[in-house]
């Protein structure tokens, strides 16, 4: 519980109303109750204010609007979404807990552990591993041998880590995610026959990255698979082999990197994106839901729409062309028709 004065202090905004009212938890403007905080961000949720029953809401200091009888404190502030962010790290409940190390897990007595690491039931800790200080380890993790976990890393349940991967400090890695599995590495032989390229490289993956449940990240051919620092990454993504992905990338869900695919710096990229083989992708360009890369893109800052993906403003004209095309069809068929007519009379 917070009053909407601390509330204030906490997100550096300015208070309008009763400095005492006592919030409990956090909700939308349209399903607020008595005792919940809102907020608003542009225009658009207005019409949700007068009905809403949020005793304090967090508004846009660019929004010129008074409490009133029902929202009794307003707190103005730079930006509405850094403010509730704040916030929701105050109130966020961990999935996993530290609870030491249990009595039901496997840990190879040449692995180094450090301080305050927890590690939960059925979870296997192979040779030669090791962990940072208040690392969580949860129930059914398999690490293998020779991994390296940094400090105040969260692994959720069931992940598997495979041998000699290497992971950063304050990572998130959500349940059942893969690290470094084989990449897909065939060649096929003389009668036609896939034989398997072996693939003895590593995954690395640097600090502050976060991984979604049931993604999954192949380890190099030869050398690394490497997600730099500041890297976010959705459920259901995959990560071929030799992949490299800069700083502060985010990926949405099932969206799939093929091998020796390099990322820039920056890049967003929409859910089902897909990016073919050896692709360079330049800093801080964004791809909408869908789109297929296929060649490399040297530009930076671009946006791109479409498969193939080109330029987002000249996807978006050619989709109005598109819908006409039918229409287009028939009075150029009618113009021909025109013209042969027109011909015949010539003759």
């Known amino acids: ?57 967090i508004i846009n200091k660019d929004l010129n609007i008074k409490p009133n009888g ?46 305050n690491v927890s590690i939960g039931a059925f979870s296997y800790i192979s040779e030669n591993v090791k962990i940072g200080g208040k690392t969580i380890i949860s129930t059914q993790v398999f690490i293998g041998k020779d991994v390296e976990i940094g400090k105040n890393t969260k692994i959720m349940p069931g992940v598997k880590i495979y041998n000699g991967c290497k992971i950063g400090n304050n990572c998130i890695i959500h349940a059942n995610a893969v690290i470094g599995s084989d990449g897909f590495g065939f060649k096929p032989n003389e009668k036609g026959e896939y034989e398997k390229i072996p693939q003895v490289g590593i995954v690395v993956i640097e600090d502050n990255v976060e991984i979604g449940a049931n993604t999954v990240i192949d380890r190099a051919t030869f050398d690394e698979t490497i997600i730099h620092k500041g890297v976010k990454l959705d459920n259901h993504i995959q990560i071929a082999h030799n992949v490299e992905i800069g700083e502060n990338t985010v990926i949405a869900a099932l969206s799939g990197i093929a091998g020796s695919a390099k990322l820039g710096k920056n890049i967003v990229m929409g859910g089902q994106v897909g990016v073919s083989n050896h692709v360079r992708i330049a800093d801080g360009n964004k791809f909408q839901a869908q789109s297929g890369v296929l060649q490399s893109i040297k530009k930076e800052n671009g946006s791109y729409m479409g498969s193939p993906a080109f330029d987002y403003y000249n996807q978006m004209k050619s989709s109005i062309i598109f819908k006409k095309l039918p229409e287009l069809l028939n009075r150029i068929t009618e113009l021909e028709k025109q013209i042969e007519k027109l011909n015949k009379n010539n003759k």
């Not at 917070?2 to 409990?24: C, H, M, Q, R």
């Not at 349209?30 to 608003?40: A, L, V, Y």
């Not at 790290?89 to 496997?106: H, P, R, T």
């Open 1 to 57: 519980m917070l009053t909407t004065k601390e509330i204030s202090n906490i997100v550096d905004g300015k208070l309008e109303g009763k400095p005492d009212i006592k919030i409990y938890n956090i909700n939308k403007i349209e399903n607020s109750k008595p005792g919940s905080i809102s907020f608003i961000a542009d225009d658009k949720y207005l019409k949700y204010l007068k009905d809403s029953k949020a005793s304090a809401i």
């Open 70 to 115: 029902q929202n009794k404190a307003f707190i103005k502030v730079d930006n509405v979404y850094f403010a509730i962010s704040k916030l929701l790290k105050l109130l966020e409940k961990d999935n996993i807990e530290n609870n030491g190390i249990s009595d039901m897990c496997f840990i190879s007595p040449d692995s180094i552990i450090e301080t």
